[in-house]
């Protein structure tokens, strides 16, 4: 392999086990990422990967090359580390990874006051529901709501919230105390997150069909606003969204008190921490984060 071109290409071969998802994680076509690999192929004079239905399989020469190549990624990342080790000013780049909802109402919202503090920071928003990797350098800073396992990571428990009952005020204003869960519509999961555990609870107690079924959670809050039905939501969407309370009975008040809780952590890889930037960040988003919660 004479580039570090062509070692994040089998690595990323080896780990997908897919052209299509290899060539998107580095950011081109299934076309090119096929050119390149049969281009190193050629130049090693050794097949690397058996073409199946089910996709690559790695050859004997493969698995041999792995942990060498493991090893250039590690030391890759480490240089890039010490490099950014020697920053001294708040600027630059900070790319930041949350799941769509926390990204939405409470990440970006925070980075207004954090940029007046550092004019020279940017940023880049990873929203998506697939977390991104730290230990490979995805992003910077992350934001989840299950705390990490394993790899050299520092990490932060902000916050511990109940999931609760949450509707438009207009909604609200026409309900009488719950008596059973069905009494009002509800917005939900659609699969494949209908097995995430807030939404096993709900479906555990509403057997009607549920008036909106959804994999994003911005579109179910986004349509309980509008007033459809009522969500589950971590409590702080309350006051972010204006939403209210749905009101209920005492016995499904007790009920209630039996909803998921979610904590929120906050993550960066141990060799970042002190780096300037993501330090501003950090310590900014820890402050911000943490009393904004225990407010509401």
């Excluded at 050119?35 to 790695?58: I, M, Q, Y």
């Excluded at 800073?141 to 609760?164: S, Y």
């Excluded at 209920?248 to 008040?253: E, F, G, I, M």
Aim: proline content about 6%; glycine content about 4%.
């Amino acid at each position: 392999m004479d580039s570090w071109d062509d070692v994040q290409l089998f690595l990323a071969l080896m780990r997908t086990r897919r052209l299509s998802l290899a060539g998107k994680s580095l950011g081109f076509d299934t076309s090119t990422a096929s050119r390149r690999l049969a281009k190193l192929e050629a130049a090693l004079d050794v097949s690397l990967f058996d073409r199946t239905r089910e996709g690559l399989v790695p050859t004997a020469a493969a698995r041999k090359l792995l942990a060498s190549a493991e090893d250039m990624e590690r030391a890759s990342h480490q240089f890039a580390s010490d490099i950014e080790s020697l920053e001294r000013e708040v600027e630059g780049v900070v790319r930041l990874s949350a799941p769509p909802g926390v990204a939405e109402s409470f990440l970006v919202t925070s980075l207004v006051e954090l940029r007046e503090r550092h004019p020279k920071l940017n940023f880049e928003v990873d929203a998506s529901t697939r977390q991104a990797d730290l230990t490979r350098r995805e992003a910077d800073v992350a934001l989840r709501t299950i705390r990490p396992a394993g790899g050299p990571l520092v990490m932060q428990r902000l916050n511990r919230t109940p999931w609760v009952p949450l509707a438009a005020p207009s909604l609200v204003r026409t309900l009488e105390p719950l008596r059973d869960w069905t009494d009002v519509p509800w917005i939900g999961w659609s699969p494949p997150l209908h097995q995430l555990h807030v939404a096993r609870w709900l479906d555990k107690r509403v057997k009607t069909p549920l008036a909106l079924r959804t994999n994003s959670f911005v579109v179910q809050v986004n349509a309980a606003l509008s007033g459809l039905g009522a969500v589950l939501a971590p409590a702080p969407y309350e006051a972010v969204h204006a939403l209210q309370r749905v009101p209920l009975s005492r016995a499904l008040a007790r009920d209630a008190q039996s909803a998921p809780e979610d904590d929120l952590w906050l993550v960066t890889h141990e060799s970042l921490r002190r780096v300037p930037r993501v330090a501003s960040v950090w310590d900014f988003l820890a402050r911000r984060l943490t009393s904004s919660s225990s407010s509401k």
